[in-house]
C-alpha cells in the first residue's frame, strides 16, 4: 500500500514541523532507502536512537516529578514499563503511524507495516525529530497528551508494583515466606469483583478488591505496606 500523506498527519496532531525533512526521515525505513537512493532520502535509525534516549529522559522527569517521594527501583521498574515496545506500538497504532510508514516492496510483501519492533522504530524516529524540530518543551507537550495519560491509565499495567515491593521489603526484613489466595468473588459475571489476601507466615497482612486477580493482589499488597 502506499502510505499516507504526512501533511494529513501534521493536521490530525496539530504539529508543524519547520525542518519537514525529519519527518520525513522519521517515517522512512531502511528498506525504502535502500530502494530509492537517487533521491538522497535519510531513514529513521539514527532519529530512532535519538528519539528513545529522548524519551527516557522525558519519561524520567514526568515520573520523578509524579511520583514524589518514590523509591529509584519503582521509578525505573515504572520507565521501563512505559518505554518498552508494547506501549509504544500501542499508541503509534492509536496515531496510525503505520499508515504513514514508507516501507521497501520486499518489507512491505512481508507484513512489515505490522511488524511490532518496527512500528515502535517509528515512534521513536517521530520523537527523536520532534525534538530537533521543536525541542524539549514540544516533545515533552506531545508526550504529555499521547503517553503520560497512560501511565496510570487501568489496562495498561504500568500502576505501582506494590507486589514486588512487598517482596522485597518482606526479604529484606526476613519476616518468612509471601504467599496470595483469592478469599472472595463478588458481582455477576460482566462485572465481576475479586476479593484477595495475603499472607506472610501464614497470616493474613492485608487485604485487597479488584476487578480482576491481579489487580486484586495488588491491592492486597498495598495494604500490607500501608500497615508498617
Known amino acids: ?6 501533511s494529513r498527519l501534521c493536521r490530525e ?5 519547520t525542518d519537514t525533512s525529519l519527518l520525513r526521515s522519521a517515517f522512512t525505513h531502511s528498506s525504502y532507502k535502500n530502494e530509492h537512493r537517487r533521491n538522497g532520502r535519510e531513514d529513521n535509525e539514527r532519529l530512532e536512537f535519538l528519539g528513545d534516549a529522548v524519551l527516557e529522559l522525558c519519561v524520567s522527569h514526568y515520573l520523578y516529578a509524579t511520583f514524589a517521594g518514590a523509591p529509584e527501583g519503582e521509578l525505573t521498574r515504572l520507565r521501563a514499563a512505559t518505554v518498552c515496545e508494547p506501549s509504544l506500538v500501542a499508541i503509534a497504532r492509536e496515531l496510525r503511524f503505520p499508515l504513514y510508514l514508507r516501507l521497501g516492496k520486499g518489507e512491505e510483501l512481508s507484513g512489515g507495516r505490522e511488524r511490532a519492533s518496527l512500528i515502535a ?9 520532534l525534538f530537533l524540530d521543536q525541542g524539549f518543551v514540544a516533545t515533552d507537550s506531545f508526550l504529555a497528551i499521547h503517553l503520560y495519560p497512560r501511565i496510570q491509565a487501568d489496562g495498561f499495567s504500568l500502576h505501582r508494583d506494590y507486589k514486588t515491593m512487598l517482596q522485597e521489603h518482606i526479604q529484606k526484613s526476613g519476616l518468612g515466606p509471601l504467599s496470595y489466595d483469592i478469599v472472595a468473588e463478588r458481582g455477576p459475571a460482566h462485572d465481576r469483583e475479586f476479593v484477595a489476601a495475603v499472607y506472610v507466615a501464614g497470616k493474613v497482612r492485608g487485604k485487597g478488591v479488584g476487578r480482576s486477580k491481579k489487580e486484586a493482589e495488588q491491592n492486597a499488597a498495598r495494604d500490607a505496606l500501608a500497615l508498617d
Do not use: C, R, W
Open 1 to 6: 500500500m502506499s502510505a499516507l500523506p504526512l
Open 13 to 17: 496532531l496539530q504539529i508543524t514541523f
Open 121 to 129: 522504530d517509528v515512534f521513536e524516529a517521530f520523537v527523536g525529530a
